[in-house]
């Protein structure tokens, strides 16, 4: 009975420290976005304050996701630190609850709130920043491109082929500078045709003013140049959205379309992964913050407890995106890379606590 006040009494505190660190950094986003925002509109025509100001708002949820680890982190050192100052955790202690059971609260609110984040936040987010993204489309009239370009192989009944393309145009299912190098059923090189668009029709390309080089020929300038496809508007819409501004609930979906027209689905199945794997890895900052916040206060030594768990956090953080990027360009699975951060994370907070309290 007295561990189940006690637990709910943690859990409560622990939940509304973590929210208060939160809204302070979702806060200090929205204001640094907002200067940029107000920076970048210039004398565009429409670009007034208040739309800025909304511009802001919607970008800044899906920014503030992924500061929400160090939100946790942060937020259960204060938390921790502020129990131990009061004498609180020194109190529990003496009643006989070990360190296990007073972590226990903290733990399953940070589980909680990586699901409710995977499972709710996340599509919200991602949602306002497509919104954003195509409001600032019309506001500056720019296309969205990329500087390593997009890369598609496809298949039809002419053979297969391979699609690169600078960036998007201006039309929907559209892309500008496209060179497409086709292949025969047997795998022999066919031809290589240069254009300065093509756009996506019902079961085939229309390239507009392509050069066709064939081996053996001379090179072939005509009006328009039709390319049989498998592919569809959905496929090629997606295959420009970063990882991170695509719904928890679509990533997979997505990952299996990217999967079928022939492009690697390797960050979209990575990203799913890091969401499936939050909840622990919030647990984990937990676990880390205790190993360095629950020294008794009055013997000192609190700059250094909170300089460690900085530290440590950061170094988790260079972890997590060193192993990121490593599953990223193959080298790991999806799921190893999605999921080893935060195991290994908790292995470290579970080894330190068994360490400093039961060792």
Not at 300 to 315: C, D, L, N, T
């Amino acid at each position: 009975m007295i561990a189940g006040t006690l637990g709910r009494y943690f859990a409560r505190r622990f939940f509304k420290t973590i929210a208060a660190v939160f809204a302070g950094v979702f806060a200090l986003i929205y204001a640094i976005d907002v200067v940029e925002m107000l920076r970048r509109s210039g004398d565009t025509p429409g670009a007034v304050a208040p739309l800025m100001a909304w511009l802001s708002l919607l970008h800044t949820p899906i920014v503030a996701e992924q500061a929400l680890p160090f939100a946790v982190l942060f937020g259960a050192m204060i938390s921790f630190l502020n129990l131990s100052r009061k004498l609180e955790l020194v109190v529990a202690r003496s009643a006989g609850v070990s360190v296990w059971q007073f972590l226990a609260p903290p733990v399953f609110v940070a589980a909680a709130i990586g699901i409710a984040v995977a499972s709710l936040y996340n599509p919200a987010s991602t949602a306002m920043k497509r919104q954003a993204d195509r409001i600032e489309a019309k506001l500056f009239g720019a296309a969205a491109s990329s500087k390593a370009g997009i890369w598609i192989r496809q298949k039809s009944v002419d053979g297969e082929s391979i699609v690169h393309a600078d960036g998007r145009g201006d039309a929907p299912a559209s892309l500008i500078h496209v060179q497409v190098f086709s292949f025969g059923p047997d795998g022999a090189f066919v031809e290589r045709v240069d254009a300065e668009s093509a756009t996506l029709e019902d079961g085939y390309w229309r390239l507009t003013d392509p050069k066709v080089v064939t081996p053996g020929f001379d090179t072939l300038s005509t009006g328009v140049y039709l390319l049989a496809t498998t592919l569809t508007r959905s496929d090629i819409a997606q295959a420009f959205d970063a990882p991170e501004t695509v719904s928890f609930w679509a990533l997979p979906g997505l990952a299996e379309q990217m999967r079928r027209a022939g492009l690697d689905p390797a960050a979209y199945s990575l990203r799913y992964q890091e969401l499936l794997a939050l909840p622990l890895m919030l647990a984990a900052m937990v676990l880390v913050a205790a190993c360095f916040s629950l020294r008794f206060f009055r013997m000192g030594g609190v700059q250094k407890m909170v300089s460690g768990g900085v530290a440590a956090g950061f170094v988790l953080y260079v972890a997590t995106k060193l192993v990121n990027d490593l599953g990223a360009a193959g080298f790991f699975s999806a799921t190893v890379a999605g999921w080893s951060p935060a195991v290994v994370g908790c292995l470290f907070g579970v080894y330190v606590l068994l360490h400093q309290e039961d060792g």
